[in-house]
Each structure stands twice: as structure tokens, then as C-alpha cells.
């Protein structure tokens, strides 16, 4: 037994799912099938393995992620925002931010072949969470694995109690989803709360605040419910404090958190924070690890 199973009896370390290829390194073809603007900056992609077998075969656990790469540019890792119950094709959510996005915005069009490696990581413990209520809170761009675990969670709606989803952006403009989490709202699948930080002449129907407005206002039966978060570090100085004060225990509670990473599967030691390699133990940790390692969300 490692050492960090034997200090945390909940960790979920091993990396689960199917994997695309035999060698971890290896990126293997998927097609770009479409491409849209979420929002300004973020867009959202459509893809399929090139190999059919393998584009009905490819299966993850919500929270994984999968390393994007173009030749002669680069190769980073990008969460898995959409459900493994919805097969066939998969999606990424990205914000330009550097080379490799920017190659990809500027670039890449419909129809043309990336690389990818993957599922890696843990993903979020879902069979844990089955029979009890999911509280999801989202902070900026951090609504992106969490919108694959929502997802799964409808599609799997007998398995959970209430589900609530309280997601704080920017303003109206940079809310991730909207017309999606509408329907979801209006279908009754989901109790979702909005809450932007500026609003703009565009009509919002949500609050004007910070998403822990949203936690101090929302009805939970602590008890019985897991809490999963994602978001920047300033999202989770704030609401991992209010959720611990709220009464949830350490084991209740379960983050994704973004490092810097380079091969993804535990070798080179780019990601290592303390006695973890966050892409091989993470990115989903527990709040138990959150408190004993601070350095996993502060550096
Ligand atoms: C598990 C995981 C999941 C992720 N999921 C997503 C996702 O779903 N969507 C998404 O858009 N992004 C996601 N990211 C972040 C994404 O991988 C990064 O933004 C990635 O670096 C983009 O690559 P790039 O080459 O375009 O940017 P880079 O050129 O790597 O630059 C990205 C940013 O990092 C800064 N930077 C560059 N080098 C360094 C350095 N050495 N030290 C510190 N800062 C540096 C740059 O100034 C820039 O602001 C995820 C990251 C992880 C670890
Ligand atoms: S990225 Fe290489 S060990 Fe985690």
C-alpha cells in the first residue's frame, strides 16, 4: 500500500478507464468534427477517434483529462467536459491562452486531426456520491469537468438525490453553457443558481455577487450530500472555508485542481506537489488533501 492510501483511506489514485493506446506516450488520431464559441476566448470542440473501434470503445470517469497535441507545437492537458454515457464522440472546452491554444484557435479548422493521449487522472469517486444528494460548485472556467459530471449525474438521475449546481462567472457574457444549463433547469433535472460578478446591459436574470453568495443563500442537508468544486485559488480560499463552516466534513468534499503537467502519467515529476503527482493522483483530490498539502491549490 503507497503511502498516501495508507494515510487517507478515501484516495482513489489509480488511474481508471480505457486508455487509447497500448503506450501512454503515444498520441493517437482524433478528427476536430466541429468547433463553436462557447464565449469569448473559450471554445468548445466536437471530437471522434479516427480508428472507429476506438471512437465507440473510448470511455472515462468524470474529472479525467486527455493530452491535446499537434505536431511541431506542443501537447497540454484539457479536462473532459462532456459524459462518458454519450459515447462515440467527445468534447474540450478551451481558453486561448498560449501556444498551443492559440495554434489550435488560429489554425486548426473542421475536419482536421489532433493528437490525443488519455483518459488520465483520477476523476471525481462517482460511485461514492450514488444515493446521496451532489452540491456542484463552479467558479469561472472550472465549470468544465464539473459539466461532465453533471451531465453523467442526469443521465444517471435514479442513482443521485438533489442535485445542485451554483456556477459564478465574470458577467453574463462569460457564463460557460447558458442556454444548456437553462434547459437542464427547466427540465427539473438540476437546481441551478447563476451569479456574475458585474452585470451589463445584456438582460441577467441571475444575482449580481460571488458565487459564495449563492452558497450562503442555498437550502443543503449537509449530511447528506458531497460537495465537489473547481475553480481558480481565490475560489477555493473562499468556498472551501464557507463549506467547512457549513459543516461538510473532509471526506465530503472533492476538488480538480490544474498544475502544470508535462507527460501526464506519473513519470517526469512536473505536477509533483509533496507526496502526490496530481496527474496520476489528481486532478480530483479530496478536501482532506487540500488541507494537509496547501501547496495543491496555493502555488
Ligand atoms: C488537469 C488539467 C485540466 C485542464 N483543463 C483545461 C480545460 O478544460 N480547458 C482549458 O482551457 N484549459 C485547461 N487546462 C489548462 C491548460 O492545460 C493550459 O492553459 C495550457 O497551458 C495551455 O497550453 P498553451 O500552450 O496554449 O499555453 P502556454 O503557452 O503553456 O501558456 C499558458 C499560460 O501559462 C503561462 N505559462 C507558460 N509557461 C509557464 C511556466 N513555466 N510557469 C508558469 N506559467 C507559465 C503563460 O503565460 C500562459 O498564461 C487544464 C490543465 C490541467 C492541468
Ligand atoms: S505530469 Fe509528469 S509526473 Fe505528472
Redesign the pocket.
Known sequence: MSLTQARHPLRHASPRGLPTGENPYLPVPARVLLQSDLVPG?RLYDLRFVDPGLAERFSWVPGQ?VMLSMLG??E??????SSPTRRGVFQ?????????????FRHVKEGDVVGIRGP??NGFPVEKFYGNDLLLVAGG?GM??LRGLLQFAIDHRERFGRITLLYGARSPEQVLFRGELTGVERRGDAEIHLAVERGTTEPWGGRVGLVTDLLDAASIQVGRTYAVACGPPIFYKHVLDRLVRMGFSKNQVFL??????ECGVGKCGH?SVGYTM??LH??VVSLWDALNLPELIYT
Do not use: Q, Y
Open positions: 473559450v483529462f507545437v506542443g497540454a492537458p484539457f479536462s473532459l467536459p474540450l472546452a478551451i481558453r486561448e491562452a498560449g501556444s498551443l491554444t492559440g495554434h489550435l488520465l487522472g472556467l468544465v469537468p480538480s485542481l490544474e498544475r502544470r503537467m505536477c496530481t496527474c489528481g486532478p
